[in-house]
């Protein structure tokens, strides 16, 4: 079993390669990217860097399933936070995912991806629950953010306002897709996973609010914040496997 491990920026992901055991070779470039391979806590892993947006994450999914076995994939980064009491240092476990830019109405529904008959991609139970008790016991550890679970939304657009926030999180509402976070790649992962048959969960630290400062100290906030929770909480769940 070999659990690729998946980020779409570097910062995001630095510390889990420098915890790699027996990396070999230390980093290979397929597809334009860049993929580790290695053992964490005894399981064979592969990490890998998608880069920002729904079809860089879509082709490194395809890549790391196809090219690197990958039989489970799990996604950390960060987040904007749309759902009430979610907060900058909280992290969000996906239930599953939408993707908000999704709009081929008035032929489908909108939000329903053509050709699937659906609007949500649901991660994996088993994982998901793992993911879940990593996240808490990690944010107990460390004394710091809440862990909250349900809907996570994904689109090729930076919701940097706070009109843009609430408009989305509105519009999603009424038709029954209350939404917790908002980032870029996690639907497209979650469908590539759907298409393969590959167990897929994700977690994301809120580094935001979605609105007007959602640009303010983001760098800073993924290297400091972000990346110690990623470390944290993928070591654990890799311990639970």
């Known amino acids: ?17 420098h915890a790699l055991a027996q990396p070999h070779p230390p980093s290979i470039t397929h597809a334009g990217r860049a993929f580790w391979r290695g053992e964490m806590h005894g399981r064979s892993v592969v990490l890998a860097l998608s880069g920002i947006g729904k079809v860089a994450a879509a082709t490194t999914a395809t890549a790391l399933i196809e090219r690197f076995g990958a039989t489970r994939i799990v996604f950390t980064g960060v987040a904007g936070g749309l759902g009430d009491g979610v907060a900058v240092g909280d992290v969000v476990v996906a239930r599953d995912f939408i993707q908000h ?65 609430l408009g989305l999180r509105r519009s999603l509402s009424d038709a029954g897709h209350d939404v917790l976070a908002v980032e870029m790649e996690g639907a497209a992962v979650a469908q590539v996973c759907a298409d393969y048959g590959v167990p897929f969960a994700a977690m994301r ?11 303010v100290d983001f760098s800073r906030f993924v290297t400091e914040v972000a990346s110690r929770y990623a470390d944290e909480i993928i070591g654990e769940f890799m311990r639970s496997l």
């Open 205 to 215: 630290t809120i580094s935001d609010r979605a609105d007007d400062t959602a640009h």
């Open 1 to 17: 079993m070999t659990t690729a491990i998946l980020s779409a920026l570097p910062e995001e992901q630095a510390g889990l390669v």
């Open 101 to 165: 830019d999704m709009d081929a109405s008035p032929l489908f529904p909108r939000w329903e991806v053509p050709g699937y008959g659906r609007a949500r991609w649901p991660c994996d139970a088993a994982l998901t629950a793992r993911l879940e008790a990593a996240a808490d016991a990690c944010l107990q550890r460390l004394a710091a953010g809440r862990r909250h679970t349900g809907l996570i939304a994904s689109g090729d657009v930076f919701v940097g306002s706070a009109a843009g926030a």
